[in-house]
């Protein structure tokens, strides 16, 4: 039988500032991603939707465009930090091809907009293990992600263990 060689995968992987995502990651390290493999793996940062405010009383809350400004450098400057750990999780990758995606808007459609639009083959995400009463509040990312994207989804839950 002849020796065929294994197709390259697109591989997402959904960071964020949780140590959860970056368990994840390291795990698809280990665990998913060979070495000498001509896989592509994308670190996709989903940016939260900037929060408007307003009163109840409809007079709305003006802000600064300094203030403005600031609120939008704080979110470049999380986006960045994250992508710097994640890319520092893959320097000793030698074949590999490491892609960075930010994107705006909910990590849930994001996500799963990504994934559909780049059709990789794979998803890796994390979750942060809430239990029934807060999943049911705060809804799950994975969980969303898994019931919406075509391609399989792999949920790597961070071992109560580590610190």
């Known amino acids: ?22 368990y994840a990651l390291s795990w698809a390290l280990s665990n998913v991603i060979s070495e000498n493999s001509k896989d592509t793996i994308i670190l996709l940062y989903a940016k939260p939707p900037r929060v408007v405010y307003s009163s109840l009383d409809g007079t709305g809350y003006m802000f600064s465009s300094d203030i403005i400004a600031s609120m939008e450098k704080y979110g470049h400057d999380v986006a960045d930090c994250v992508m710097e750990k994640a890319k520092r999780l893959c320097k000793d990758l030698h074949d590999v091809k ?14 799963c907009e990504v994934a559909e639009k780049l059709g990789v ?18 809804g799950s990312v994975s969980n969303h992600c898994a019931q919406k994207v075509k391609c399989p989804v792999l949920i790597v839950k961070r071992p109560k263990s580590v610190a």
Do not use: Q
């Not at 065929?4 to 964020?16: G, H, M, T």
């Not at 490491?98 to 996500?111: F, P, Q, S, W």
């Open 98 to 111: 490491v892609e960075t995606k930010v994107e705006n808007g909910d990590a849930r459609d994001v996500i």
């Open 1 to 22: 039988m002849a020796n065929v060689e294994a197709k390259a995968r697109k591989i997402l992987i959904a960071v964020d500032e949780g140590e959860e995502s970056l």
């Open 121 to 138: 083959d794979i998803l890796v995400m994390g979750t942060h293990g809430y239990g029934l009463i807060k999943r049911a509040f705060l």
